[in-house]
């Protein structure tokens, strides 16, 4: 933790990301596409009390969200969780954080892609044949954004982030007066385990907050940066969150839970003649915005690892600050395909590769809160807000079950990376 760190802080002022656009990327990265459709879902299991579900899981994302911003800030580099945990728990740990997010979370851009393209596809009235076509287009333009740098990318999320924020307050505005509180009685007719399951549908609304540190060191002066622009973006993240979800409850009442578009209905009900337009308008945002901080991400994490190597050293270029990853964002892009390749082949069924994105998550805030623990000087307040955290974290990997197959795959192949490492080394100590 010495060199490596020392190393890593020379080159703490040369991003080029202010308050604005990390506040941006974070928004989008986790306020996400689960506005299209949690609000919806968690009334389902919960009914109104939903609302307390999404409060609850707000107060519980807060260890999380700052444990990442405090490893960000102090260790800035492009490796982010895999850098934590390489320097606090070794390599083979650390290939396994960085695959999971390399090829794991991974498969979740095009289910954000073909999420987009599904509703973009059924408010407009065009042909399904279309799907394929809207979800390439979604996904290709954000990918070409990141080929021209973080920065670029940085001030059309700021426009992007900007464009959801006006939009979701609209939503929540127009809502707001027809708001009716018998809806919310009974407040609780699924009881506790209703809570409980509307809690874990939120995991996902309160993902993404690991992204900010594999561009950690685009940002200017991370140590200020990087906590603020993380604060901002949980307060707006978690407000948005839940007046969606109390109008939602208030205004449609127990039919909140019925369809597969729920955000869609809601604004039917209070600015009809704008629906189409207005829902239509958020999912090709946030498709488009989730995808530019997730392949921003991805393309840093890919360099450090060709750096690290753990992937072949051609893919190093790019892991320093303000230097563009174009072969790792490539890398990405057939990973993508072929993953797109996979939705294709079983008509666009987005449940055959979300239990690899959500598990892969999971297993990665495992890793990065158990490097937090052994980074952070124990007992101090870092420290503790990070087992608080990792505690979390390790209840919901067991919550996962069976999901859990692929995030055990990527263990096995690192291991066996390590070992085929050993022996090479080995070999050529041998032959020297």
Known sequence: MNQFWQTVQVSEHKGTLGI????????????????????????????????LSVAIIFVLSIPLAGTFAALAARYPDSGGVASYVRTSMGNTWARVAGYLFYFGVAAGEPVVAVMGAEYVVAITGADRSLLPYVAATLFIIPFTLNLFGVKVAGWVQLGLSALLVVVVVGVISYGA???????????????????????????WAFAGWEVGTHIAAEFKNPRRTIP??????????????LALQWVTIG??????????????????????????????????????????????????LGASLGR??????????????????????????VISIV???????????????????????????????????????RWSFDWWIAVVALAMTILLLVLNGPNVLFPVTVVVVSLLVTVVKRRLATKKARES
């Open 228 to 241: 603020i622009a993380t604060g901002i973006a949980l307060v707006i993240v978690g407000l948005a969150y």
């Open 20 to 51: 604005a656009q990390g506040t941006a990327l974070y928004i989008a990265s986790v306020l996400g596409t689960g506005i299209l459709v949690l609000p919806g879902l968690a009334a389902q299991v919960a009914g109104p009390a939903s609302v």
């Open 339 to 377: 993953f797109f390749g996979i939705l294709f082949a079983q008509d666009f069924q987005l449940l055959s590769l979300i239990p690899i994105h959500l598990s892969s998550m999971v297993a990665i805030y495992v890793l990065g809160m158990a490097a937090a623990v052994l980074i952070f000087p």
């Open 308 to 333: 690290d190597g753990d992937l072949p050293r051609y893919f190093a270029k790019g892991a320093e600050p303000d230097v563009i990853p174009r072969r790792s964002l490539l890398l990405s892009l």
């Open 177 to 203: 007066p027809a708001v009716q509180t018998v809806h919310f009685t009974p407040f609780m007719p699924h009881g506790w385990v209703g809570i409980g399951m509307a809690i874990s549908l939120f995991v």
């Open 251 to 300: 205004v449609l009442g127990e039919s909140a839970g019925e369809g597969s578009v729920p955000l869609l209905t809601l604004v039917n009900e209070t600015a009809p003649r704008a629906g189409a337009i207005v829902i239509a308008s958020i999912a090709a945002i946030v498709s488009l915005g989730v995808l530019n901080a997730y392949l921003a991400a991805i393309g840093k």
